[in-house]
């Protein structure tokens, strides 16, 4: 280690810091054997730093691997946005959960309607209204669940319970096993690339094509007349 910082200080390279959790490697092993290390660091040169100022080491959530992620970048890359209001779409991770299908049959069983089509557009359209209301109290949000189970398993991580209650880890890692699977069906869906098999785990894949556009589209600052750059 010493030969290291030796070479840090050769180059003239200084630690860049991090935000999030202080520590980005654990050995995943149990009980008092349990060891967490931060091992992972971005460094630059004195110059390099002045000429990004904004930039800043994040440690990203890590589930399968025992390093957790460093990204660099500046705050405003760091920032994302959804649209709002879309409008209904079915969505195919709908069909992992066994519920689902007693919900389209509630909705087609009633008798609607003074006409086969009429009858046909009101089961369509309450079909809607039932999904919509079984996706909000039943179903969740699969973003909103994974971002809190994945929380709630950092949380218990960085509390020692791999030591004191392992049989949560556990379980809040089968839940996130299984929430992922459905936001891979999830982003696999919007990104419209089917020739891909949905279980070859291409999540991040499917999100990039589905957030092409946007990211293409978002704008992060502006000059103004004096040619000095203005962020959002």
């Known amino acids: 280690m010493q030969g290291f910082r030796g070479a840090l200080d050769f180059c003239r390279l200084k630690d860049l810091g991090f935000n999030g959790y202080s520590f980005t490697c654990c050995n995943r092993r149990l009980g008092d054997q349990n060891v967490w290390v931060r091992l992972d660091r ?29 990204l660099l970048c500046s705050d405003s890359e760091f920032k ?17 959960d066994k519920t689902c299908e007693a919900v389209i049959q509630e909705a087609w069983a009633g008798h ?16 809607q209204v039932n999904l919509r209301n079984w996706n909000r109290t039943s179903f ?4 909103n669940l994974l971002s809190k189970k994945l929380k709630d398993l950092k949380w218990a991580e960085e509390s020692d319970e791999c030591s004191t209650n392992p049989s949560r880890i556990h379980q809040l ?3 996130i096993e299984a929430l ?21 785990r291409n999540t991040k894949f499917f999100h990039c094509r589905a957030n092409r556009k946007n990211k293409r589209n978002h704008i992060l600052g502006l000059s103004n007349e004096a040619g000095v750059w203005v962020e959002e």
């Open 42 to 70: 971005g460094v630059a040169t004195v110059e390099w730093i002045l000429h990004f100022p904004t930039s800043q080491i994040h440690h990203l959530d890590a589930f399968h691997s025992d390093h957790k992620p460093i």
């Open 80 to 96: 994302h946005f959804y649209k709002k209001g879309r409008p209904f779409r079915f969505e195919a991770m709908w069909i992992k």
């Open 112 to 127: 609607l309607g003074n006409s086969p089509v009429q009858s046909f557009n009101q089961k369509i359209d309450m079909c």
């Open 173 to 175: 890692q089968n839940d």
């Open 180 to 200: 992922k699977s459905k936001e891979e069906c999830m982003w696999k869906q919007r990104s419209r690339n089917s020739w891909l098999k949905e279980g070859d």
């Open 140 to 143: 969740g949000h699969v973003r």
